[in-house]
């Protein structure tokens, strides 16, 4: 059973960079399938952050203007996001997630419980 | 961007009742359609993909239809452990996008 769990600072300085881990375990991240990152801002919607497939492409999403990057550590079978120059409207649960072999029609699953991060001084 | 309108943004049913979700793209995405439940502290999990296609151990009280603009997931039956937010998202192209949101609570 593949299982995600995201780790990382609660509370981050504005102006700084959020630094969030995603562990996996039950699945090999070297062996395919994109994994990304989705955020949840309080008392709003679902956000996609970006994506990342092994030996192949990352996307990001254009709103978070170049702030972003996402990176694999296959030798700790995990993955990373990094946010750059934070302000608060980067408060949010944080969510890391699986998504299919292919990109067109794929879908997030399973995801992981979520981590909150704070942007505060 | 493929902006996903869902409605209504929020509903009170009560257990037993027939409750149906919309969601509208800005443009055809085929059936490159999903459909999430999220619960306070859980990790959100997949309903339907590809606009009708139940996931793995997800209840048979669920069903989704559309395709191209509009979709539709449906309760058959509400159950107690249903009152969730629930959210669309389109997996045709990037970004990916998401509704906004309809939150099911208990009448």
């Known amino acids: 059973q593949v299982q995600l769990q995201e780790s990382g600072p609660g509370l981050v300085k504005p102006s700084e960079t959020l630094s969030l881990t995603c562990a996996v375990t039950g699945y090999s991240i070297s062996s395919g399938y994109y994994w990304g990152w989705i ?37 700790r079978n995990q993955f990373s996001l990094r946010l750059t120059s934070v302000t608060a409207a980067d408060t949010a649960t944080y969510y890391c997630a699986r998504l299919g072999v292919e990109w067109l029609g794929n879908y997030f699953d399973p995801w992981g419980q979520g981590a909150l991060v704070t942007v505060s001084p | 961007d493929i902006r996903m309108t869902q409605s209504p943004s929020s509903l009170s049913a009560s257990v037993g009742d027939r409750v149906t979700i919309t969601c509208r793209a800005s443009q055809s995405i085929s059936t490159y359609l999903n459909w999430y439940q999220l619960k306070l502290g859980k990790a959100p999990k997949v309903l339907i993909s590809g606009a009708t296609t139940l996931q793995s151990g997800v209840p048979s009280r ?27 998202q389109q997996s045709y192209s990037t970004p990916r996008t998401f509704g906004q949101g309809t939150k099911v609570e208990i009448k």
């Open chain 1, 39 to 75: 955020r949840q801002s309080p008392g709003k919607g679902l956000e996609w952050i970006g994506s990342i497939y092994y030996g192949g492409p990352v996307d990001y999403n254009p709103s978070l203007n170049n702030r972003v990057t996402i990176s694999l550590d296959t030798s």
């Open chain 2, 62 to 88: 669920f069903s989704g239809r559309g395709s191209g603009t509009d979709f539709t997931l449906t309760i058959s039956s509400l159950q107690s452990e249903d009152f969730a937010t629930y959210y669309c």
